[in-house]
């Protein structure tokens, strides 16, 4: 399996309050990407980062912000979580290789964000 | 990305063949169909690519008509930890556009094996 962690794994937290999930992996591969997977929405793309300090939004990236201060780490916030956050958060990552081809994405254990 | 079409679930007996399909009707040349799969609270799980010709790995076989407007995949001897949601994604590999490997799921098909 590809090594990637989430942390936390569960979280709790009151609306209003900042939240940071943790994307870290030891694959060193280029690409990380961060999904939110809600009951009839199946897996949508928050942000994503095609290399150190780079990223641009996804699909739904509206209440979101993310950073990639080293290829291992990245970081995913709520600068003030609500309600409609709450979900399960993975992250992915993925390389390309040499001959210029996106390889297939690996996918973290997820994270469980409950927004009271 | 070209948009995929998959049924909502499917049935399957245990040690049977599971076939799951797919329509991407609007695939261009330069996409690849991709599956993959997520076990009841895991993250997703790659299973095959494939670009026109059919594809064979441990896991799955893979088979794309001619045309590449559908593409079928199959479990050989599916067993009870199979039971998963199938997703059917096509995107383009080249990493030389913009789309930084990113991935679009639908909301794939269930698969349900039984005893």
């Known amino acids: 399996d590809a090594g990637i962690t989430q942390s936390p794994r569960h979280k709790v937290t009151e609306t209003g309050t900042p939240v940071t999930l943790r994307c870290h992996q030891t694959?060193?591969?280029?690409?990380m990407y961060w999904y939110r997977q809600d009951p009839g929405h199946g897996l949508r793309l928050i942000h994503y980062?095609?290399?150190?300090?780079?990223?641009d939004k996804g699909e739904v990236s509206d209440g979101y912000s993310v950073s990639r201060s080293k290829t291992e780490d990245f970081l995913l916030t709520l600068e003030s979580a609500t309600s409609s956050q709450t979900s399960v958060y993975f992250c992915?990552?993925?390389?390309?290789?040499?001959?210029?081809?996106?390889?297939?994405?690996?996918f973290g254990p997820g994270t469980r964000l409950t927004v009271l | 990305d070209a948009k995929t079409t998959q049924p909502t679930s499917m049935d399957c007996a245990e040690g049977r063949a599971a076939n799951l399909p797919c329509n991407h009707s609007?695939?261009?040349?330069?996409?690849?169909v991709y599956w993959y799969r997520q076990i009841h609270s895991q993250g997703p799980q790659y299973i095959i690519h494939?670009?026109?010709n059919n594809e064979t790995n441990e896991m799955a076989s893979l088979i794309i008509t001619e045309d590449r407007k559908s593409s079928t995949l199959i479990l050989p001897h599916a067993t009870l930890r199979d039971t998963a949601v199938y997703y059917c994604?096509?995107?383009?590999?080249?990493?030389?556009?913009?789309?930084?490997?990113?991935?679009?799921f639908g909301q794939g098909t269930i698969l349900t094996v039984h005893p």
């Open positions: 994604i096509v995107r383009v590999r080249d990493a030389g556009g913009t789309s930084y490997g990113k991935l679009t």
């Open positions: 992915a990552i993925s390389e390309s290789l040499l001959a210029g081809y996106y390889n297939e994405q690996f």
């Open positions: 980062s095609y290399g150190v300090k780079d990223t």
């Open positions: 609007t695939i261009s040349g330069n996409e690849y």
């Open positions: 694959e060193n591969h280029r690409y």
């Open positions: 494939g670009l026109k």
